[in-house]
């Protein structure tokens, strides 16, 4: 194998120092040292996004929150003003009501009274007319004279 | 039949001898440039501008990068993040020469198959453990020979053995990778091989090796990817041990 011929090694192990130093110091030490700053930088850059986003977020659910306790706040003052206002219209609409049912009452009650003394008076007409009726019926029919005040007389007794 | 080993010879292509040793530019060390061209032309392409939303290049430099990153930080913490760029190029290496290694037609040579270069790779991670562990904990480093709990009397046993197989790290990571290459580039030979004497009997019996080396070179892409892989995640295990103890 010509791997175990050390004819070759001093030759061999020369060349690789030579080019392996090259390759060390040459290239990889002036380029490689560079992506790795871009590498941290951009983990840096990466980072620091994060964290802001963190920081937004957090602001952005302090805002919501305070945003949430307003409306509360809101919703339970318009809610306290609709019941208020919804028992205070209750009230004068009770007492509306209320001087309106009087009233009502005491039309009711003059227009019975009224009625009351119309049926009355018409009664008595009544009475009279039946009584002349009667006492003239009694003449034309019988020929006996009565005054109306017998018959209605006689009606009373009756 | 071509000797399957042809593959991994090595052939001069510019003579060169310093002071007794021969220093030769060879098919090995050309291959090695090639790689060294496509990672530079990778690598500066893709960090020509860094943008915070990067580009195809960018974003492909990014994902290696990031590979290799992750994988400190889970082996070895934060402290380990230092070690990237090293562990990048050692890994990009390895995946850079199995992969050219693989491109057929133009005589690609794996410098990753030889156990010289393999070698050259682990003795780069173990001398990092070394004086990283140094370092760091100065002569205390010597306590990762000694695990925590270890009962008295069987100390030196297990300080012997850890030290041994402290030592032999080196030699495991480069065997490992030249052995997974050097099998692999075999296998795909011998085969190759077979679709022509096969063929010459009937070139439908051709076919079935043929089958056998398009699922061979699947299995030998992924190798190649894998070996990298796991060569980086060693390091960075050793690496671990240099950084924390244990």
Redesign the interface.
Known sequence: ?????P???????????V??T???F????P?????????D??EA?VGGDLDRAEAAKGAADTLRADHETAMKAARDAAQAAVAQARETAAKASDAQLKALGARLDADAEAAAASLELALGSARAGLETTVAELTSEAVAKLVGIEITPADVSAAIAAR | MANPMEQFKIETIVPLNAGGFDLSFTNSSLWMLITLLAVSAFLFIGTARPQLVPGRMQAAVELLYDFIRDMLRENVGKDGLRYAPLIFAVFIFVLSCNLIGMVPFVHSFTPTSHIAVTFGLAMIVFILVVIVGFARHGLHFFSLFLPEGTPLFVAPLVAAIEFLSFLSRPFTLAIRLFANMTAGHVLMKVFGGFVVSLGAVNIGLGIIPLGVNVALTALELLIAVVQAYVFALLASIYLNDAVNLH
């Open positions: 194998m010509p791997q175990f011929d004819a070759s090694f001093v030759s061999q192990l020369f060349w690789f120092g080019i392996f090259l390759l060390y040459a290239v990889v030490r380029t490689l040292p560079k992506v790795g700053k871009v590498i930088a951009r850059q």
